[in-house]
């Protein structure tokens, strides 16, 4: 097989896999103990409360897990599931079913640590990008974070 044709089979097999996510992490240091830090954020409609977009919450089931729909300050609804909790972890796991975001299989975890006398709220999820460029879909997740890890610092000072 020839060079050209390597390459041209190379290409067919990277046009054929699927997308690979879109991975965001982000992190703030808080001066609570990470039990009161817990406490602020371990709640699943407790986003509600600390994240600046957010104007309401509302928990209901779907399935056997835990759902929350975020109505947002600017219009528009999010559905989320709650995929995994541990208390014990102070973490828990969700995945977004509906909304305008520019993402689709988004699973996302939100976690506290000990840091010192306070703690670390850590924010991370994976996605695909959806009707954006994987830079925009990444560029809106990480404004997200930000905002709710910004609304949680001044929450817990």
């Known amino acids: 097989m020839s060079y050209r044709h390597l390459l041209a089979a190379g290409l067919l097999v990277c046009a054929a ?3 690979f996510a879109v991975e965001i992490t982000r992190s703030v240091e808080v001066s609570t103990n990470p039990a009161k830090t817990w406490e602020a954020i371990g709640a699943f409609c407790g986003i509600g409360v600390w994240h600046p977009a957010i104007a309401k919450c509302e928990l ?3 399935k056997a897990h835990a759902a929350r729909t ?3 300050k600017g219009g528009g ?3 989320e599931e709650e995929l995994e909790r541990s208390d014990r972890g102070m973490s828990y796991t969700y995945a977004i079913l509906e909304s305008p ?3 689709e299989d988004y699973k996302s975890t939100i976690s506290v640590k000990e840091h010192g006398t306070g703690s670390t709220i850590t ?3 994976n996605f695909k990008a959806k009707g954006a460029s994987d830079a925009k879909a990444a560029e809106v997740i990480t404004g997200i974070y930000d905002a709710g890890l910004g609304g949680l610092k001044a929450k817990l000072k």
């Open 77 to 79: 609804t999010i559905l």
């Open 60 to 62: 209901g089931m779907r």
């Open 101 to 103: 975001l520019p993402v």
């Open 70 to 72: 975020l109505s947002l």
């Open 17 to 19: 896999t699927p997308a």
């Open 123 to 125: 924010w991370a999820g």
